[in-house]
Nanobody, 118 residues
Framework: VQLQASGGGLVQAGGSLRLSCVAS????????MGWYRQAPGKQRELVGT???????NVADSLKGRFTISRDNAKNTIYLQMNTLEPEDTAVYYC?????????????WGQGTLVTVSS
């Protein structure tokens, strides 16, 4: 199972970026998916989650600016980030989970760097 995140880059404050995360692997059908981020010198924090039926939960501090969506046919989730602020600078990690019959396996992507300049 592999998760490949992409779409990061350098953007000016007030701009937008759209991150993508593709989950792949033989017969892999992810359950919940989502995004975390880790800013320099800070702990990893939850950005938001999305279920298989596209019910989303975005961190309160990011609601209104960040939106998560999902394409189950492509095993892909997206993070639309608008009105970006320098404080959004971080490495963004996607994850996917899957029920294995007795518990949940969690898989992580490699992260994609988002840098917001002031």
């Amino acid at each position: 199972v592999q998760l490949q995140a992409s779409g990061g880059g350098l953007v000016q404050a007030g701009g937008s970026l759209r991150l993508s995360c593709v989950a792949s692997g033989s017969m892999f059908s992810p359950g919940g998916m989502g995004w975390y981020r880790q800013a320099p010198g800070k702990q990893r924090e939850l950005v938001g989650t999305i279920t298989t039926s596209s019910v989303t939960n975005v961190a309160d501090s990011l609601k209104g600016r960040f939106t998560i969506s999902r394409d189950n046919a492509k095993n892909t989730i997206y993070l639309q980030m608008n009105t970006l602020e320098p404080e959004d600078t971080a490495v963004y990690y996607c994850y996917a989970d899957r029920w294995n019959g007795v518990g949940v396996d969690v898989y992580w992507g490699q992260g994609t760097l988002v840098t917001v300049s002031s």
